[in-house]
């Protein structure tokens, strides 16, 4: 009993903290309803200083563009670049195109004789020796092609210009008596035009003779130095690219390391394949025209062996110059025999040898070497249309295996690329989150 007087006190007093709480809030609240409202101030505007508001702020300029034209000029600005880039390079390569085309012809020669001089490094022999053999051996072989071709037209020179003679003689009778209604009398004025027109240009032709010492000089030293560009690449091909790569970005270095020798065995089985073809086109054409009785078989092989080296452009010229001569000497007959035989040959090339020879891994499209020997000849000529293909077949392995390497190797973040992806990762918790 004497517990229950205590009890009743503890609950009394807080009822009465509670009812002094709840008169406190009741007096704070009629307070703020019954506090009058501040007076509103009024700014004082000059009419002319006041700038209406705009309902909504203008985009920005580059979100005003559409998307086409942003992507069309992003891509244009760049290809400019690359233009000028192109341009540049164009205009230093043909302030040095005799240095440019000797380099490039040794690149042939040493992708068509590197082979002979791996195979004496793997018998034995010394880098030194093996060199010095298949160079000298190469430029011997091509040097006695030259004299031969040589040779043969100075020994056939004077029966072939009678036998051209005799028949222009006989196109000359044809076309008397052919339905054409031609007479002697225009014959002989297109003839005294041809004899008009040489004598009223014979001081070009003179500075043309003149000119053709100072191709002659610029000849023999191209010759110099594709054989000394020869001897060092086929000497000291590695260290010469291990050098080159030092040239490039070290971000790209993996790529083009990889590039280079795929591109080297390109050059090396386009050279060798177009090689083989043009000697078998030169060995059947040749028998063709000799058993045909056509004079100078044998130059004429090997001015087709020479020509086979420009795709297309070069057999069909080379072909034609074959029924050609065909004509003049033998008659229409055997021209047309001639002709028979060419384009049978570059058929079988076409369809037969050049894809089981070269393979598909050098093979380029028609139309691209029609462009690339076109381009190459306006460029830089005969140098130009022959290492137009070459060219063209190094670069499409080039970048076939440049594309294939982006998309192998995984892409490395920037630090750019690590921040904004740091930015977008949540906080680390708390440590008893992570612990329960």
Not at 44 to 65: D, G, I, K, L, M
Not at 220 to 227: H, N, Q, S
Not at 336 to 363: C, D, K, N, S, Y
Request: hydrophobic fraction near 50%; include cysteine; proline fraction near 7%.
């Amino acid at each position: 009993m004497s517990q229950v007087p205590g009890w009743l006190a503890r609950i009394g007093a807080g009822i009465t903290q509670v009812g002094e709480r709840l008169d406190e809030r009741r007096a704070e609240v009629e307070n703020e309803h019954t506090a009058p409202e501040p007076p509103p101030v009024v700014e004082h505007v000059q009419p002319s200083t006041y700038v209406p508001a705009t309902p909504q702020s203008r985009p920005h300029p580059a979100e005003a563009v559409p998307w086409g034209v942003r992507v069309a000029a992003e891509a244009g600005w760049r290809l400019l670049v690359l233009a000028g880039t192109l341009w540049v390079l164009m205009r230093v390569i043909s302030s040095v195109q005799l240095v440019v085309f000797a380099f490039v012809c040794a690149l042939l020669i040493t992708a068509l004789l590197q082979p002979t001089v791996a195979r004496l490094r793997r018998y034995g022999v010394p880098r030194g020796p093996a060199t010095a053999m298949t160079a000298v051996l190469g430029f011997v072989v091509m040097g006695l092609i030259g004299w031969f071709v040589t040779w043969q037209v100075m020994e056939n020179i004077d029966s072939l210009s009678n036998q051209i003679q005799d028949g222009i003689d006989e196109l000359r009778k044809w076309l008397l008596h052919s339905p054409f209604h031609v007479t002697d009398k225009q014959i002989n004025e297109i003839a005294k035009n041809l004899r008009e027109a040489i004598g009223a240009n014979t001081d070009q032709i003179t500075s043309a003779g003149l000119e053709g010492v100072t191709v002659i000089v610029e000849a023999l030293t191209g010759i110099l130095l594709t054989m000394f560009s020869t001897l060092f690449l086929l000497y000291d091909g590695r260290r010469i690219w291990e050098w080159t790569l030092k040239l490039v970005p070290a971000a790209a270095r993996p790529g083009v390391a990889g590039a280079g020798p795929r591109a080297w065995r390109t050059l090396t089985a386009y050279v060798r394949g177009t090689v083989i073809v043009a000697l078998i086109d030169a060995i059947f054409i040749g028998l063709g025209i000799y058993f045909l009785n056509v004079p100078m078989a044998v130059p004429l092989a090997v001015f087709i062996f020479l020509f086979s080296f420009i795709p297309l452009v070069g057999a069909v010229a080379s072909g034609a110059l074959a029924v050609v001569v065909a004509l003049v000497t033998q008659g229409v007959f055997t021209a047309i025999m001639t002709l028979v035989v060419v384009l049978a040959v570059q058929q079988i090339e076409g369809h037969i040898l050049q894809p089981f020879i070269l393979g598909r891994a050098v093979r380029v499209h028609p139309l691209a070497v029609v462009l690339s020997v076109t381009a190459g000849g306006m460029v830089a000529g005969i140098g130009g249309a022959v290492v137009a293909v070459p060219l063209v077949a190094v670069t499409n392995t080039v970048v076939s295996y440049l594309r294939s390497y982006a998309n192998a190797v995984p892409h490395q973040p920037s630090e750019p690329d690590l921040a904004a992806a740091s930015a977008e990762l949540p906080a680390r918790p708390p440590l008893d989150e992570t612990r329960s």
